[in-house]
């Protein structure tokens, strides 16, 4: 099935090689996220724990993605015509969904430190902090050239710079507590780092959201495709146009083109298709010709007539 002329670019990394780079991320949040929930909890700190599951979830978010990846070279088959890479789209939005509920109830939390604050080990604080900075962009390094590959790895790439900055938050926080002994810094933190995670996904989960609604990508108009279509010579009108991505690399098109009384419409087909390929960059496009005489093949009764 041919993809998009101007997306070939990005199928030059090495599956095996990219594979790893996710395995070895996803191990060292892993350790982390043990790390700073343990240290989090000993320490009586809700924002390195806040950290930590952050830190979990972007493990989850690259566990699903090397799933998916895996799941999206299986091809088309006689169930999936399309194929299975979408899958790694649903891993996203699976993702993205796991990192509101997280970020809830995080916030949940941080009000009820808010109204007692504990007391906050800051050295503990600190330390597990100073490592989560490491990992964070240890991980961002890792993911950096997947990212431009895969939405869902590019998710947990901008995840783990996210990440990068609440760590850099929990630090200064751990400093405060060291320092003068404010322990409301504590939940401040977390109520912060939560809005920014909710914040960030909102941004994100568009695109995905629009990929497994159907939706055109943002970058193309299903209007000014009609209006293309138009001027081709030999039609006289075109409807029923639709344009969807069938995952993040593939946009699909279908219309319905009316042509001129006698109008072979071979000719007419082609120079329509080269034009959407040189135009607009479609190249997975179904177009169903009609003429004024016969209308529309789908036309249903009008249920109301007149």
């Known amino acids: 099935m041919p993809h998009d002329h101007h997306h070939h670019h990005h199928h030059h990394l090495d599956p095996a090689s990219g594979d790893r780079a996710v395995v070895w991320a996803v191990a060292i949040n892993m350790a982390l996220t043990v790390a700073q929930v343990v240290g989090g909890a000993l320490a009586g700190s809700m924002a390195l724990v806040a950290d930590g599951v952050h830190n ?11 799933g998916a990846r895996r799941l999206a070279r299986r091809g088309h088959d006689a169930r999936m015509t399309f194929g299975w890479s979408r899958a790694e789209v649903l891993a996203a939005f699976t993702n993205y969904i796991a990192l509101i509920l997280i970020s809830i109830w995080l916030l949940a939390e941080a009000v009820g430190r808010m109204i007692d604050p504990p007391e906050v080990e800051g050295w503990t604080v600190l330390i597990l902090a100073g490592l989560a900075l490491i990992v964070d962009l240890g991980t961002a390094a890792l993911t950096f050239k997947l990212s431009k590959d895969s939405l869902n790895i590019r998710a947990a790439f901008l995840h783990n710079l996210a990440d990068a900055g609440a760590s850099v938050a929990v630090i200064i926080g751990g400093a405060v507590i060291l320092i003068w002994d404010w322990r409301l810094v504590d939940p401040i933190l977390t109520v912060l780092i939560s809005v920014f995670i909710l914040w960030h996904i909102f941004a994100d989960l568009k695109p ?16 000014e495709i ?22 993040e690399k593939r946009t699909s ?21 080269a034009m ?19 209308g529309c093949a789908d036309a249903r009764p009008d249920p109301h007539p007149a």
Do not use: N
């Open 56 to 66: 979990f979830s972007d493990a989850a978010a690259l566990i699903l993605a090397f």
């Open 208 to 223: 995905v959201t629009s990929i497994l609604m159907l939706g055109a990508p943002a970058a193309r108009d299903s209007a």
């Open 226 to 247: 009609k209006e293309a279509l138009g001027q081709i010579e030999g039609v006289t009108g075109v409807h029923h146009v639709h344009l969807w991505q069938i995952d």
């Open 253 to 273: 098109c279908e219309a319905h083109i009316v042509l001129a009384e006698g109008v072979e419409y071979a000719p007419v087909i082609a120079r329509a298709k």
């Open 276 to 294: 959407l390929v040189e135009r607009f960059g479609l190249a997975h496009v179904t177009l169903e010709p009609e003429s004024a005489a016969l």
